[in-house]
């Protein structure tokens, strides 16, 4: 018994796929007619092609593109195997925990977005004459504040036996003209008792008092400080305030204590006066 056999229009209409999506389908490799005229270059599609149809279509709205189609099938096959289709679904599955992952994020953020709208987002407050413990270097980026904290700064301040208040104070002040993801010239303070003797690593400083200082809670990773700037310069703005010396940026929780970034929290301090 003879196969039978349907032009392509007819397939065409059978299937309700254009012609056009047919002969796309052609080059691309993906369904090749079952039999091509040599004469006319009528093209026939037999039918134990419709499934194969049937599977590209069901496939596409699965969100599979047409190349990754083409690679589920296995040469002269109308339908994909099973190895195949068990490593896509890995795929999927490596790719949904990732979504999962970034919708947790973004709860969280929204979240924190909403904490922070209950909360009194800016204050205005007096920082004290203190003397600190000072270190500056250039450091390669953001993420290795921590490192140097813990690993250089807090072993010299211990052998050097130096008292700090309870609660503690520490904060960074960058000294780059502009801003810049990598090379970052950063001090690093942490408030002490007394005065001490200097070390190659830890110098004694004694800083004066700022009279008024505009301070904003930043939750999340250093990379968006720019987020809370951004605020802050428009509160300043808008309640008729100028900057007058440079900003403090102080670290409550980051690496040393807390394993997801958008938990980190930092405190931002701008001195400020008010404008002429």
């Given at each position: 018994?003879s196969?039978?056999?349907?032009?392509?229009?007819?397939?065409s209409?059978?299937?309700?796929?254009?012609?056009?999506?047919?002969?796309?389908?052609?080059?691309?490799?993906?369904?090749?007619?079952?039999?091509?005229?040599?004469?006319?270059?009528?093209?026939?599609?037999?039918?134990?092609?419709?499934q194969?149809?049937?599977?590209?279509?069901?496939?596409q709205?699965?969100?599979?593109s047409?190349?990754?189609?083409?690679?589920?099938?296995?040469e002269?096959?109308h339908?994909?195997?099973?190895?195949?289709?068990?490593?896509?679904?890995?795929?999927?599955?490596?790719?949904?925990?990732?979504?999962?992952a970034?919708?947790?994020?973004?709860?969280?953020w929204?979240?924190?977005?909403?904490?922070?709208?209950?909360?009194?987002?800016?204050?205005?407050?007096?920082?004290?004459?203190?003397?600190?413990?000072?270190?500056?270097?250039v450091?390669?980026?953001?993420p290795?504040?921590?490192?140097?904290?813990?690993?250089?700064?807090?072993?010299?301040?211990?052998?050097?036996?130096?008292?700090?208040?309870?609660?503690?104070?520490?904060?960074?002040?960058?000294?780059?003209?502009?801003?810049?993801?990598?090379?970052?010239?950063?001090?690093?303070?942490?408030?002490?008792?007394e005065m001490?003797?200097?070390?190659p690593?830890?110098?004694?400083?004694?800083?004066?008092?700022?009279?008024?200082?505009?301070c904003?809670?930043h939750?999340g990773?250093?990379?968006?400080?720019?987020?809370?700037?951004t605020e802050?310069?428009?509160?300043?703005?808008?309640?008729?305030?100028?900057a007058?010396?440079?900003?403090?940026?102080?670290?409550?929780d980051?690496?040393?204590?807390?394993?997801?970034?958008?938990?980190?929290?930092?405190v931002?301090?701008?001195?400020?006066e008010?404008?002429?």
């Amino acid at each position: 018994m003879s196969k039978m056999k349907l032009k392509i229009g007819e397939f065409s209409q059978m299937m309700q796929v254009t012609v056009k999506t047919l002969r796309h389908y052609e080059q691309k490799g993906l369904l090749l007619p079952d039999e091509v005229d040599e004469w006319t270059g009528y093209r026939y599609y037999s039918i134990g092609q419709m499934q194969k149809l049937k599977d590209i279509r069901d496939l596409q709205r699965l969100g599979f593109s047409l190349d990754e189609i083409k690679d589920l099938y296995e040469e002269d096959s109308h339908t994909p195997s099973i190895r195949q289709m068990t490593e896509k679904i890995k795929e999927t599955e490596a790719q949904l925990r990732q979504l999962i992952a970034r919708r947790n994020q973004l709860l969280d953020w929204r979240n924190s977005r909403k904490e922070m709208k209950t909360m009194e987002k800016f204050s205005i407050q007096s920082l004290p004459e203190i003397i600190v413990a000072s270190h500056r270097e250039v450091i390669p980026n953001y993420p290795a504040i921590g490192p140097m904290c813990y690993e250089k700064i807090g072993p010299e301040m211990q052998r050097l036996a130096c008292k700090c208040p309870t609660p503690g104070y520490c904060f960074t002040i960058e000294h780059n003209k502009e801003y810049t993801p990598t090379d970052i010239d950063i001090e690093y303070c942490e408030q002490v008792q007394e005065m001490g003797e200097d070390s190659p690593i830890i110098q004694f400083k004694r800083l004066p008092a700022v009279p008024k200082a505009l301070c904003m809670k930043h939750v999340g990773p250093y990379e968006r400080f720019y987020e809370s700037f951004t605020e802050l310069f428009r509160y300043m703005e808008e309640h008729g305030y100028k900057a007058a010396g440079q900003h403090r940026t102080c670290y409550i929780d980051g690496v040393w204590n807390q394993d997801d970034p958008e938990k980190w929290l930092s405190v931002i301090q701008i001195p400020i006066e008010c404008c002429d």
